[in-house]
């Protein structure tokens, strides 16, 4: 079996913006990945001539497909879930897919935002932590959801869980306190394609500047915090994969 990374976001843009060059970088040395994204960004200010929020899903759900493209994402789901509402769902349901999803993908590594919800501390990006963490671990047990296990679904615990981490914040935002970075990934010349994937996401152009300009202005570099893992190993890590075995 190849080895299969998988991350769990809220908005399009996310796969890029937070998690880009290490899905690319990962697509390069052969891993199968998968993209799996709460929403459609129905809410979000950016509303790319869009009239009305059904609109600007549609629209959006094609620039995740474009940003996936470029960033050689082998599956890409988009779920339809309310954009800036993620907070007021039913936790077991949401849950119950996210689970579904593992279980079909079966990755060795999932990453996802951290529970502070990422630089911007958006409610959607805390909430889809606690979704995928919780996820994480119910798809490997087989009283979770019992009635997903047929047709060949069996229970899938992944190897190891990352949270999405920065050592630096945001300006004119609130304070935030983000988990240690425990992996540094060097996304190297994928930044370009980081970047690329980000301006996929034509809707959101009035992003487009600082996005740049904060990317460039930082090293070639991906931060990860080790949340979960099979191993019992806390020793600073420069690739995602390592210790992970191919099942
Ligand atoms: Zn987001």
């Not at 932590?129 to 994480?136: I, L, M």
Request: proline share 6%; with cysteine.
């Amino acid at each position: 079996m190849p080895l299969r990374l998988m991350v769990i976001t809220a908005h399009p843009d996310d796969e890029a913006g937070s998690f880009g060059g290490s899905l690319r970088l990962y697509g390069e040395r052969k891993v199968e990945t998968c993209v799996a994204c709460l929403t459609p960004g129905q809410a979000a200010s950016n509303r790319g001539g869009a009239k009305n929020d059904q609109e600007l899903a549609a629209i959006r759900r094609k620039e995740f497909a474009a940003a996936c493209e470029i960033l050689k994402v082998n599956r890409g789901i988009v779920l339809d879930y309310p954009d800036g509402q993620l907070h007021r769902q039913d936790s077991y349901k949401v849950i119950c897919d996210l689970t579904r999803h593992l279980r079909e993908f079966r990755p060795q590594v999932l990453l996802t935002f951290g529970p502070e919800g990422g630089l911007t501390g958006h409610t959607d990006h805390s909430m889809v932590s606690v979704f995928a963490t919780v996820a994480f671990h119910w798809a490997g047990r087989a009283n979770r959801y019992p009635d997903q296990l047929q047709g060949g679904i069996t229970p899938h615990l992944a190897q190891k869980l990352y949270y999405s981490t920065a050592n630096f914040t945001l300006p004119n935002r609130p304070p935030i306190v983000s988990s240690a970075p425990t992996a540094c990934i060097d996304i190297g010349e994928f930044l370009e394609a980081k970047i690329a994937a980000f301006k996929a996401h034509t809707s959101q152009g009035p992003l487009w500047p600082r996005f740049e300009e904060n990317m460039r202005q930082r090293a070639r570099q991906e931060m990860f915090h080790l949340a979960a893992s099979s191993s019992s190993s806390i020793a600073q890590e420069t690739d995602l994969f390592a210790g992970v075995s191919e099942t």
